[in-house]
């Protein structure tokens, strides 16, 4: 055993948990950014601690040269890592990888969350295996933050999963409206379900049902109804359900739009001694705009509906992007996001019992 | 019989059939807009004739301001028109409606094509009907051309149909290579799919199954295999195919997300005397980006699929967005598009007819 490890298991004895377990070897430029991403965050979240989990070696030196994230942290080693592109089903065995490791610090109570910037089907399959999902909620759901006209947006499932049925699109809702509050600071978050139109009658079993259910919930007074593409931007609801394809895409539509404008922008203020001029005046507007609309602030997709907080960083990110999302988890650590999503879930199961048991599409669909 | 319906039926008579009908009366700013659209169109297609289906009082003093439009119209008089909020089932009983016409007009091979501003549902759920789809086609799609970093896009399904599968994809794949072809000048499109990730193992059953056959077909060698949402805007594929629902979400995701940056560059430019020096100073090169990104430019939802050329005009549009859609409806009528697309469904069916019967996904999915 080594000094860290000793700390760490003093630290733990001694009935202090860390925050949150950080994986410090997930990601392009790990464990770098990593390090400093902590020393960004722990100015934020002075009283946090950081179970740090990683190579030695390659880490010893960069916290000697941040004494910030130094004095925040405890590094457990380990020299085994997992690879951006191994699969889920061999990342299962390796068993010493530091993202394994942070994960099973959350699940034997040492750690209240894991961040880290790793292989994304990994920390997924990984995470559902090791810490398994709350009680009541059928799948996990990936969330994330996004900017709209009228403030920060959550939209969920991003991706973890492919068909969703209706019970887990209100399961999602239930997630995203918790998710809303604790790390939005909202108070009664508007919630809107995707959809090809606004009206009622518009889309599938599946969509109608879970709108269904949800207007006769106890979030039903939040309840919007259906949104359209371009709700997300304009910021029509504050959570965005959907189910994991249709939310992949388009997060990364929006994402790729965002971006030809941007690249466009960049060409057309590039393109002559007079348009870099008007740049160089309008300057402090667009950098406002830039810093508003910049990636690193989004920075932190969220597995919601785990037994524990798990927070994966965008795998090319810097360390202010990868310190935004140890921000996000530590939101929700503090806010007591887990406990509050289990007294909501009881709720919502009085709520899915006092539907007619037979005919309701929505419970039909759900299946 | 009044003059105009005399004047048709010589035409006719004479073995000249008209190129488009116009629904004269769909979208918020009918008719105006459509003559004006279709004068601005006539400069462009010199040659095109046009049906011009609505009220004869309303559109008689516009035609008699705009020469260029009366030049190329021959009126067909009716009252009736299919309102804006109007159920499709309610839009099929209107048959002397102005839309309807102009579909029957294309039925009886009086015109080759059909544009209108009018009701979405109503067009489709018509068009459908009266038209029908081309042998070997199960469901038509509805198709755009978007902007993208290399050039324009043809993206569909848009929301003709919401759930699909792997037949309806691989038809789509054709239909939109055919559409590629005539409408963006393309000798050899590149194809991709729509789905989550790019790795061939990425999404379900469907996608993965649609990918086999059209990479086996004909087409095989213009596929590029999977994109993923921020590939719409890269334009690393001609064409990107997906289902109506996904397709529908990611087209108004991108453009909720154009418009919250023009939104958002307007503030910018108007917060001071500076920044709008700034913007005077850059302005040839925004408005060329403006012009660029114009959805105007990207006006007319096509109808793929079906015994006819269908043009779907944005219903807010004006004259120019009008003459866009009318311009993207002759540029099919010129290039024989569904001549075409009935040689390549010829192709396909070997291609499909070639597939083992029993086992591959591909088939499974199709069902």
């Given at each position: 055993m080594d000094a860290a490890q000793a700390a760490s298991q003093a630290l733990t004895a001694a009935g202090q948990p860390f925050s949150l377990a950080v994986d410090a070897m997930g990601g392009d430029n790990a464990p770098d950014i990593v390090v400093d991403g902590i020393g960004i965050a722990s100015v934020r979240h002075p009283a946090a601690r950081f179970l740090l989990v990683g190579d030695q070696a390659r880490l010893a030196p960069l916290l000697a040269g941040n004494t910030r994230a130094r004095d925040a942290c405890v590094v457990r080693h380990t020299s085994d890592a997992i690879a951006a592109d191994c699969k889920p089903t061999v990342a299962l065995r390796l068993r010493q990888a530091s993202m394994r490791l942070a994960i099973d610090a959350v699940a034997c109570g040492q750690a209240q969350g894991v961040v880290s910037a790793g292989n994304t089907g990994a920390l997924l399959a990984l995470s559902k295996i090791v810490l398994k999902t709350l009680p009541g909620i059928d799948r996990p759901a990936m969330a994330a933050i996004m900017p709209s006209a009228r403030g920060d947006v959550v939209m969920l499932d991003l991706g973890?999963?492919?068909?969703?049925?209706?019970?887990?699109?209100?399961?999602?809702?239930?997630?995203?409206?918790?998710?809303?509050?604790?790390?939005?600071?909202?108070?009664?978050?508007?919630?809107?379900?995707?959809?090809?139109?606004?009206?009622?009658?518009?889309?599938?079993?599946r969509v109608r049902g879970a709108a269904d259910i949800i207007r006769g919930s106890h979030i039903g007074g939040q309840f919007h109804g259906f949104v359209e593409g371009h709700d997300i931007a304009a910021g029509t609801t504050d959570v965005v359900v959907t189910d994991g394809f249709t939310g992949n895409v388009a997060l990364k539509t929006g994402e790729g739009a965002l971006k030809l404008v941007s690249d466009l922008l960049r060409q057309v203020f590039n393109s002559s001694l007079s348009t870099k001029l008007g740049y160089l005046l309008a300057r402090p507007g667009l950098e406002q705009m830039r810093v508003w609309l910049d990636p690193r602030r989004y920075n932190g997709a969220v597995m919601l509906g785990l037994n524990g907080v798990v927070v994966k960083s965008h795998g090319g990110t810097d360390a202010e992007g990868f310190a935004h999302a140890t921000d996000v988890a530590l939101d929700m650590v503090e806010h007591r996001f887990n406990e509050r999503i289990r007294e909501g879930l009881g709720r919502l199961g009085g709520v899915l019992s006092e539907q007619p048991p037979g005919p309701g599409p929505a419970l039909a669909a759900a299946g």
């Open positions: 973890a999963n492919i068909a969703c049925d209706t019970r887990n699109l209100v399961e999602f809702a239930l997630l995203g409206d918790m998710f809303a509050r604790t790390v939005l600071g909202l108070t009664a978050p508007k919630i809107g379900v995707l959809n090809v139109g606004s009206e009622d009658v518009k889309g599938d079993d």
